[in-house]
């Protein structure tokens, strides 16, 4: 993927990148590369293995330019949607510029604060003015945020961070409290863009402190309080509620520039949301800080849930089974969570490759075996004659697939099928679980993917995987991490 990136950018600049450096992401799997040249003009090279979701930002990026919302400019795109070029926006972010007062236990300073009103009185901006003539249907991954959608992010908060705790709860009582809310969030709302992400990490500042917005590209319609709730809640910005509530009023007064605003049931409404957010970020940070281990979402877990203490001793949750487990959740908040357990059960994956002309591998296991892929679609080297002689394996054959693409997509929708499963086989202490890949020949697109997928689960999970590229006559063993 360098190379595609460092293509790009000489097909855009006429010349080669004098430097491609990688820059550390956060949550998302996009690649962040700064492509620079002699002199030290640089740009921002993107990597994204979905398509639609690439699609998403560059639509979304253009059309808020259009409105004269700050926004990265999107320069180029590859042919296969893969990857972009941006203009560099620098290095700062909202969230480096107000570090001192967040270490300081919230005490920010009025330089700090001013940064934040000036973003906040943005937002209206982009939620009014950015929905104005906007394509809902290019969204992604759907155009509003709905009941569905509602559900789904709750039962991440429930498998993801919930079940990880140990806590007992009845699940057909919390399910029905998690449907109720769900109603209420999307029923009878004002409703225009809603961001989805907008918090401080997402906000790059320039030299004279002028934000630009990134990140945006699983934005879609929804309520306006979604957007508000995610700013002033973001965990690890501690805000001090006096804080928040100057920023609150300062983004009604700037919203009803644009529309009518009856602050009560806008309040109402917001309450709602802080608490549907709160338990949507501790999802994510249970899955990426209990599985994926990235330490800024661990650390964010104590502070979340003092968030969440908070909304529940001011009598937020009007779900009273919810509301019960999670005042038993807040009784179980880590000090550290640093040193927290990666919950991987004794799970053992086997994992293989095969050829179809010699059927489907057999589970020995007893348990009927598990998923089988398809390769057959994606673009085949064993049908050019430099290749005939490799397997998966081989470096060319890599380079040769992972610059075509089509595996790489192809991979993206089978890690977040096997994740979601591996996690449950996790959560539920089974033993067991198979995953073969097919091609043509069991040779080339079978091995590369079969040999992905089990250093993608071991490294993400620490679980135990048996390889076996049956028609190579290898097999290789990942031991579980302890």
């Not at 007062?101 to 937002?123: F, H, P, V």
């Amino acid at each position: 993927m360098v190379e595609k990136i460092k293509q790009l950018y000489k097909e855009y600049t006429g010349r080669e990148a004098a430097s491609c450096k990688a820059i550390t992401g956060s949550g998302s799997n996009r690649q962040y590369f700064r492509l620079s040249d002699e002199t030290g003009n640089s740009l921002i090279g993107v990597v994204g293995t979905s398509v639609e979701e690439n699609h998403a930002f560059i639509y979304l990026a253009r059309h808020f330019a259009s409105k004269g919302i700050p926004v990265p400019q999107v320069l180029q795109k590859s042919e296969d949607g893969h990857a972009y070029l941006q203009n560099d926006l620098g290095s700062t972010t909202l969230f480096d510029a107000i570090r001192k007062g967040r270490e300081a236990g919230g005490n920010y300073s009025e330089d700090e604060r001013q940064l934040l009103r000036r973003t906040i009185k943005m937002l209206p901006k982009i939620q009014i003015e950015g929905a104005q003539g906007l394509d809902f249907s290019q969204c992604y991954p759907q155009p509003a945020m709905d009941e569905t959608n509602v559900m789904f992010d709750l039962n991440y908060f429930k498998y993801c961070y919930l079940k990880a705790t140990g806590i007992d709860f009845h699940e057909i009582r919390l399910e029905q409290d998690f449907r109720e809310m769900a109603h209420d969030l999307t029923q009878g709302t004002e409703t225009a863009f809603c961001y989805r992400d907008f918090q401080a990490r997402n906000v790059m500042l320039d030299a004279e402190g002028n934000p630009y917005f990134i990140d945006f590209q699983g934005g879609r319609r929804g309520p306006l309080q979604y957007d508000v709730a995610s700013f002033l809640w973001q965990a690890s910005a501690r805000y001090p509620q006096e804080l928040r509530e100057e920023l609150i009023q300062v983004y009604i007064q700037t919203l009803r520039q644009y529309i009518e605003v009856d602050e009560l049931k806008f309040r109402k409404q917001l309450q709602l949301v802080v608490l549907f957010r709160l338990l949507q970020v501790l999802g994510a940070y249970g899955f990426r800080g209990y599985f994926e281990r990235k330490k800024h979402f661990l650390d964010s877990i104590p502070p979340a849930l003092d968030n969440l203490q908070a909304m529940l001793e001011a009598n937020a949750c009007p779900y009273p089974y919810m509301k019960d487990v999670l005042s038993k959740l807040i009784a179980t908040k880590p000090e550290n969570t640093s040193n927290s357990p990666l919950p991987n059960g004794p799970l053992a994956v086997r994992i293989f490759s095969f050829s179809y002309k010699k059927g489907i591998p057999e589970d020995e296991s007893g348990n009927g075996g598990g998923y089988v892929f398809d390769c057959r679609s994606t673009h085949n080297p064993g049908r050019y004659e430099p290749y005939k002689k490799l397997t998966g394996l081989d470096e060319p054959v890599i380079r040769f697939l992972e610059d075509d693409g089509e595996i790489l997509t192809f991979l993206d929708s089978v890690y977040k099928l096997a994740d979601a499963h591996v996690e449950r086989y996790l959560q539920r202490g089974f033993t067991d679980l198979m995953f073969s890949f097919g091609c043509t020949g069991g040779q080339h697109r079978s091995v590369y993917s079969a040999q992905h997928l089990a250093e993608h689960l071991n490294e993400k999970y620490g679980i135990e995987v048996r390889l076996c590229h049956r028609e190579q006559n290898i097999s290789q063993t990942f031991p579980k991490k302890i």
